[in-house]
């Protein structure tokens, strides 16, 4: 008998303790149970690099002014910083360029410079569309000059010309390296606040007047891309048709650079430029025309990524 009773005792602590740790059990999965909003990710990631090159260039009809063969001290800041949030996601860049140019030409010397702010904020249709806006802003700091038969001309400065571009549509990014945003409404400013070029009417203002408000479609492809440790990749390619104005003549704006890490401290960057705006006419036989315009740079010297 004692026997049974102390088996009975044993089977009821036994029972006991297992609904003990089947209680803390469920309390402690109630505990860390995660919400779905938990799961979504939520960071910045950034990025850049800042590269001081001699550079060998070569230009063709290209309105910020320079000379066909150039020999620069050449620097470049490129940035980046991408937001994700929920639905929500902020892309930014920025790249700013400035060189020392030895000309050809009249044994003349120039700066040579832009800078170009980019910012998308979107809100996420489904994992890879966006309804989104758009702000760009284009210019350069120091003023620019064409050489045609060995005649230096005024041709730009600050914020003459600028371009200032607000856009709503859709943003598609297949991958994370990708971005593909088309907008059915933008409006875009062109700014020459530089009295002299105003009073020319160039880039597509009228004489006397500092800025034209325009119309349209506007494309923007962005693709940047860490191919492997040594070797990184950015390019930009922007369509723009002017609904008010000639909209079959589609306004390029491309931009390619290229960096490949030699050592340490060492490397070699290439970098591609081209424009066509059908509203530049500074070029052909009259400087009435509109042209493409083609900027290349080959460059050696420091690298650092960030």
Do not use: C
Not at 52 to 60: M, T
Not at 82 to 106: A, M, Q
Not at 276 to 282: A, E, P, T, W
Request: net charge positive; no cysteine.
């Amino acid at each position: 008998m004692l026997a049974i009773f102390m088996s009975f005792l044993v089977m009821n602590s036994i029972s006991a303790q297992d609904k003990k740790v089947k209680d803390l059990q469920e309390a402690s999965s109630k505990t860390i149970k995660k919400e779905d909003g938990d799961t979504i990710l939520n960071k910045w990631r950034k990025g850049g690099l800042y590269s001081l090159n001699v550079s060998q260039g070569s230009l063709s009809n290209w309105a910020a002014g320079g000379d066909d063969f150039t020999l620069a001290v050449n620097s470049l800041l490129s940035l980046y910083a991408f937001y994700k949030k929920d639905k929500y996601s902020w892309d930014n860049t920025f790249d700013f360029n400035l060189g020392y140019v030895k000309t050809s030409s009249l044994g003349g010397r120039k700066n040579d410079d832009r800078f170009d702010l980019l910012s998308k904020y979107g809100y996420g249709l489904t994992s890879k569309l966006s309804l989104s806006a758009l702000f760009n802003l284009r210019s350069q700091f120091f003023k620019g000059y064409t050489f045609k038969d060995n005649v230096k001309s005024f041709a730009s400065n600050f914020m003459a010309p600028g371009y200032i571009l607000l856009g709503l549509g859709l943003d598609y990014k297949p991958t994370k390296n990708l971005s593909i945003f088309f907008s059915p409404v933008t409006a875009r400013w062109v700014i020459v606040r530089d009295t002299a070029l105003s009073n020319r009417g160039l880039y597509g203002v009228q004489p006397g007047k500092k800025s034209a408000l325009e119309f349209g479609a506007f494309l923007s492809l962005n693709y940047l891309k860490e191919i492997n440790k040594n070797i990184t990749y950015k390019g930009r390619l922007d369509l723009f048709s002017n609904y008010r104005h000639n909209p079959q003549n589609i306004d390029l704006f491309m931009s390619n650079i290229l960096n490949v890490k030699l050592s340490k401290v060492l490397s070699a960057t290439w970098g591609v430029d081209l424009i066509y705006d059908d509203d530049v006419r500074l070029f052909g036989p009259n400087q009435s025309s509109a042209a493409l315009q083609v900027k290349s740079l080959v460059g050696l010297g420091l690298l650092v990524k960030f």
